[in-house]
């Protein structure tokens, strides 16, 4: 059991992400980000996909490293911190047990509580660690790899989940879209640049869900079934057509998500609006939300692309709030590969 704790002011944080395949260690100190390191694991461009053996053990190799790289940017020696922060879901259960056992031995020898943070509120968090920061309550759309939904945020960790998807999250729908046309893994990025020389000139079936929920499933089966007939008439048809297709393919997720974000904030009546999650960080995405912006007399908040992918830097903005409130994991935290928002 935690011992009682006499709270600090400012805290000094160490943050620690591996939920996934990046490995990122954040130091966090007077309400500020002082230095968010990550490391990226490059060889499951290979493999198509995410190998979780692999990633458990690349975790493992780098973590230590990355976490002293941490404190030297930030010129923090260890006994100057106040807690240790970790991501204890959800993601790939190898990853986590790698980061929840690091931070919880690193705590223990240092005398110090570990917060445990849940990756994707620290997602919609990491808006925090920005100079511009939104005003509680607002409507947050969050994308990644795994998810798509759309909160009214009241507080740090008080959310209305008032949308989500139900099959398939739009950063698959990217990555699975890009694989068919060819493309390295994570396709996302690569769409993204390549929609950036091609034109929205061809058509896919859209979702046709009520309210604020998402699907992409449909989305993909009509992708896979029209590159299937174009190539039976032409082989080279994607080769050919491949900056139109992504082109066509980006502005299909982009319209889908934000045709349920103008429903949510015309019936919230929220004038906030913060994109979040690493899908957050196409290109096309925050072009098109900054014009519904504009258009609907919302303020529109986007992070920088590095706290917008997985980072340790949004675990310690998560970690500051909890920190406030003495949210100290017990002893027996343990990581949780399916870890549900508490809404």
């Known amino acids: ?26 130091i966090w100190r007077n309400g500020k980000l002082l230095c968010n390191v990550v490391a990226s694991q490059l ?18 190799q780098v973590i230590i490293p990355v976490v002293k790289r941490a404190l030297e ?11 240790v922060a970790v991501t204890h879901g959800p993601g790939l259960m190898g990853s986590l ?39 509680f309550p607002f409507l947050c759309l969050t994308v990644s790899g795994g998810h ?39 396709a996302g990025p690569h769409i ?10 061809f058509e896919f079936s859209k979702q046709n869900i009520e309210g604020f929920d998402f699907s992409y499933s449909g989305l993909k089966t009509s992708i896979l079934y029209f590159l299937q007939k174009e190539v039976r008439k032409n082989p080279d048809f ?10 066509s393919i980006q502005h299909a997720i982009v319209e889908s998500l934000l045709l349920k974000v103008e429903a949510a904030l015309t019936e919230t009546g929220l004038k906030q609006l913060a994109l979040a999650g690493g899908v957050s960080a196409n290109s096309g995405l925050r072009l098109e939300a900054d014009k519904l912006a504009k258009r609907l007399g919302v303020e529109l908040f986007t992070t920088p692309i590095k706290l917008a992918t997985d980072n340790a830097g949004m675990i310690a903005a998560a970690a ?10 017990q002893d027996d935290l343990a990581p949780a590969a399916r870890l549900t928002m508490r809404v």
Request: glycine share 6%; with cysteine.
């Open 1 to 26: 059991m935690q011992k009682d704790r006499i709270l600090v002011v400012d805290p000094c944080i160490l943050a620690i992400e591996s939920s996934c395949d990046d490995t990122s260690a954040a």
């Open 43 to 60: 060889m499951h461009d290979k493999t198509g996909g995410i190998v979780p053996e692999v990633a458990s053990r690349a975790h493992q």
């Open 73 to 83: 940017q930030a010129e923090i020696r260890p006994q100057e911190l106040d807690a």
């Open 97 to 135: 047990v790698v980061g929840v056992a690091f931070a919880k031995t690193y705590a223990a020898g240092l005398d110090i509580p570990v917060i445990k943070v849940h990756h994707m509120e620290a997602h919609v968090l990491a808006h925090f660690a920005t100079e511009k920061k939104p005003q």
């Open 148 to 186: 798509t939904q759309l909160l009214v945020v009241r507080g740090p960790f008080s959310y209305e989940e008032i949308g989500r998807t139900i099959d398939d999250a739009a950063g698959e729908a990217f990555d699975k879209s890009g694989k068919l046309l060819g493309l390295p893994y994570p």
């Open 192 to 201: 993204d640049q390549l929609a950036k020389e091609g034109s929205p000139k």
């Open 238 to 247: 994607i080769q050919e057509n491949l900056a139109d297709l992504a082109a």
């Open 320 to 329: 500051s709030f909890a920190y406030r409130e003495g949210r100290f994991a």
